[in-house]
T-cell receptor
Framework: GAVVSQHPSRVICKSGTSVKIECRSL??????MFWYRQFPKQSLMLMAT?????????EQGVEKDKFLINHASLTLSTLTVTSAHPEDSSFYIC?????????????FGDGTRLSIL | GDSVTQMEGPVTLSEEAFLTINCTYT??????LFWYVQYPGEGLQLLLK?????DKGSNKGFEATYRKETTSFHLEKGSVQVSDSAVYFC????????????FGSGTKLNVKP
């Protein structure tokens, strides 16, 4: 149980392209979803927290207009990297949690490797 | 604020050796604590968790005990295998609005046959 599917797993595209990444909870309803960015050999950096039906809460330093997050249903959140540039190349990981209690784990997708040429 | 400190890696062990990866935390209140494992090119998988003081989480031969007095949650395994080679992350779930996770920097484990 508690499977999170992230798609696509890898994207290679030209500078200036907008890229959408989907995160789906397959067997549970996710009240809250999180989007992380991970640089090589580093820990996860939380970008934003999204609750279904409301605006995402972005961490300090993360551009809202650059990284658009939509959490339209209890099983789907999307991250759109708008007008991507080489510095946006990274490994993006989503996670989902069934509720908002502190003792509930986050369940992670397999990540999306984004490469901007 | 809340934070997690993990021992730096990489940690290199021979197969069947004993493993300890140290994790200490700083938090207000009583957070929940987790260990995640990340294999190359993949997302994170929940390994084990503990939600209150003195709880012991265990899974696949790994164990960690929530020590309130030392604010620690060290990961241990009695006999590691080559397949355990991965990056291990310690995390705590804060008690803020969304119960965000705070991750340690990760510890890479290399197990040699």
């Amino acid at each position: 149980g508690a499977v999170v599917s992230q798609h696509p797993s890898r994207v290679i595209c030209k500078s200036g392209t907008s890229v959408k990444i989907e995160c789906r909870s397959l067997d549970f309803q996710a009240t809250t979803m999180f989007w992380y960015r991970q640089f090589p050999k580093q820990s996860l950096m939380l970008m934003a927290t999204s609750n279904e039906g409301s605006k995402a809460t972005y961490e300090q330093g993360v551009e809202k207009d650059k990284f658009l997050i939509n959490h339209a249903s209890l099983t789907l959140s999307t991250l759109t990297v708008t007008s991507a540039h080489p510095e946006d190349s990274s490994f993006y990981i989503c996670s989902a949690r069934q509720g908002n209690l502190a003792n509930q784990p986050q369940h992670f997708g397999d990540g999306t490797r984004l490469s901007i040429l | 604020g809340d934070s997690v400190t993990q021992m730096e890696g990489p940690v290199t062990l021979s197969e069947e050796a004993f493993l300890t990866i140290n994790c200490t935390y700083t938090a207000t209140g009583y957070p929940s604590l987790f260990w995640y494992v990340q294999y190359p090119g993949e997302g994170l998988q929940l390994l084990l968790k503990a939600t209150k003081a003195d709880d012991k989480g265990s899974n696949k031969g790994f164990e960690a005990t929530y020590r309130k007095e030392t604010t620690s949650f060290h990961l241990e395994k009695g006999s590691v295998q080559v397949s355990d080679s991965a990056v291990y992350f310690c995390a705590l779930s804060g008690i803020d609005n969304f119960n965000k996770f705070y991750f340690g920097s990760g510890t890479k484990l290399n197990v040699k046959p």
